[in-house]
């Protein structure tokens, strides 16, 4: 039986992570500063700890893990990356989290870890246009990402490479653009656009009104959380190292994006755009080289996740009012 290491088990992706390989099958061990909020997880141990800890980093790194996945990360949507209030924490928590992970994994021999980088780690200048953004994986230097988030990404996305590099880490690093699905964080300030948009639509009443950051023309494209899974799985089994993007190609303005939701939930809102935290004008995952290396490419259109997403949000302000 194979042992897994998730760190950052208790977030989104994680959570989601977790569930996939207790049900491929993998012994699994699960590290967070928190329990999963929507769900209990079948993780077969679930340890509460703080990863800027090296001797907590230690402890969890105990067993012969066949393979490691290292999502934790202090991060947020818009509202906690772009206002520059995090910024400091932001980078701190994170850092520390990868220094420490790669300096104990490549102790203890952890025999694969795959490493969580995003798409804020691509030159702000190149998604300029929101009609034409390049986020090709060569296109990351000369580095200018657009948040400290993304600064961190990129240092991290090094640091692995160069444990690959000098002690034979086994690394596995993939740039997520925007994952979205059922039991992400969809209300408090650190949610996400499809969560916060989906939000919105369930909470105004027909013929109103809701808010959206920007000018609404600022394009986005979303992948749906079991897309994301399968792809990270497919990288892990792979003899690639990346980094690659994972993310879909289907490219939406937000305000398309709220019109989709709009048409799941079967509402006719006005849309309002107003100032707000933003990031780049455009981006798009380019998927040439995830279909080159590992014959992946997402295969559900993003109406079918906003409608899951949707219904999912819905029942939780259901749940909230009663
Ligand atoms: P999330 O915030 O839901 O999960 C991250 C988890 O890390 C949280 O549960 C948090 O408690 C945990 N964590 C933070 N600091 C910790 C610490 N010191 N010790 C232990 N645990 C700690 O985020 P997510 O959406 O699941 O993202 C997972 C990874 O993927 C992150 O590294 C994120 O940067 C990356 N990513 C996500 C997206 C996306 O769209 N969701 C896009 C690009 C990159």
């Not at 994680?14 to 909020?37: F, I, P, Q, S, T």
């Not at 925007?178 to 499809?194: L, R």
């Not at 048409?263 to 004008?281: C, D, Q, R």
């Not at 995830?290 to 997402?298: E, M, N, R, S, V």
Request: proline fraction near 5%; aromatic fraction near 10%.
């Amino acid at each position: 039986m194979k042992k897994a290491l998730v760190c950052g088990a208790g977030g989104f992706i994680g959570g989601h992570l977790v569930k996939k390989l207790k049900a491929d099958g993998y012994w699994v061990r699960a590290v967070d500063l928190k329990n999963n909020e929507y769900s209990k997880s079948p993780a077969d141990e679930f340890i509460v700890g703080d990863l800027t800890d090296p001797t907590v980093v230690e402890k969890v790194c105990d067993l012969p893990f066949d393979e490691l996945f290292q999502l934790a990360a202090d991060m947020g949507g818009a509202g906690y990356i772009f206002t520059g209030e995090n910024d400091a924490n932001v980078m701190h928590n994170s850092a520390t989290i990868n220094l420490n992970i790669a300096n104990v994994a490549c102790k203890v021999g952890v025999k694969k870890i795959f490493y969580s980088s995003s798409a804020c780690m691509y030159p702000a200048h190149n998604q300029e246009d929101p009609n034409n953004p390049n986020c090709q994986e060569d296109s990351a230097y000369p580095a200018a990402p657009d948040s400290e988030y993304g600064w961190e990404k990129l240092f991290s996305e090094r640091l692995y490479l160069a444990y690959n590099r000098n002690y034979g880490l086994n690394v596995r690093i993939a740039r997520f653009h925007n994952i979205f699905g059922i039991e992400g964080t969809w209300q408090g300030g650190k949610e996400k656009a499809p969560a916060a948009v989906c939000r919105k639509v369930a909470e105004t009443p027909e013929g109103g009104t809701i808010e959206i950051w920007g000018d609404g023309l600022q394009t986005r494209s979303f992948l749906y959380i079991d897309e994301c899974v399968e792809a990270v799985q497919r990288l892990m089994a792979s003899d690639f190292t990346g980094p690659v993007n994972i993310g879909s190609d289907e490219m939406v303005t937000i305000n398309q994006l709220a019109k989709m939701v709009m048409t799941v939930a079967n509402k006719n809102l006005t849309i309002k755009n107003i100032p707000g935290p933003l990031g780049v004008k455009g981006r798009n995952s380019d998927n040439n080289l995830i279909q080159t290396k590992l014959g992946w490419k997402p295969s559900k259109p993003l109406t079918e996740g906003l409608a899951k997403t949707y219904t999912w949000i819905k029942q939780q302000l259901d749940n909230k009012q009663k």
